[in-house]
């Protein structure tokens, strides 16, 4: 199973900005579809968005003209630019495969996001 480390959380300000970064331990060029996850306290981890490898994007539509996710298939990473955040936004943030796949069963530990002032 692939295994996934995210990185870049952090407490922001309602209107800030963070970007998250995940690295992957095998190639995601060969796992296609990669995705950005997130849960709320006392929610349903949700995709939120996904990337294929031709690098076609989806958004749910909360984050669309917010979100942005990239992909760097020579170093194995993702990337998720968050811009104009909300206190909505506030879950831990995780990445794993995309939309149309079976998400590995190897979690990572995901990366903390908090909007507050």
């Known amino acids: 199973q692939v295994q996934f480390v995210e990185t870049g959380g952090g407490l922001v300000q309602p209107g800030g900005s963070l970007r998250l970064s995940c690295v992957a331990s095998?190639?995601?060029?060969?796992?296609?579809?990669m995705g950005w996850y997130r849960q709320a306290q006392g929610k349903q981890r949700e995709l939120v968005a996904s990337i294929t490898k031709d690098e076609d994007t989806y958004y749910i539509e909360s984050v669309k003209g917010r979100f942005t996710i990239s992909r760097d298939n020579a170093r194995n990473l993702v990337t998720l630019q968050m811009n104009s955040l909300k206190p909505e936004d506030t879950a831990v943030y995780y990445c794993?495969?995309?939309?149309?796949?079976?998400?590995?069963?190897?979690w990572g530990q995901g990366t903390q996001v908090t909007v507050s002032s």
């Open positions: 095998r190639s995601i060029e060969r796992i296609g579809n």
């Open positions: 794993n495969t995309g939309l149309y796949t079976v998400p590995s069963r190897d």
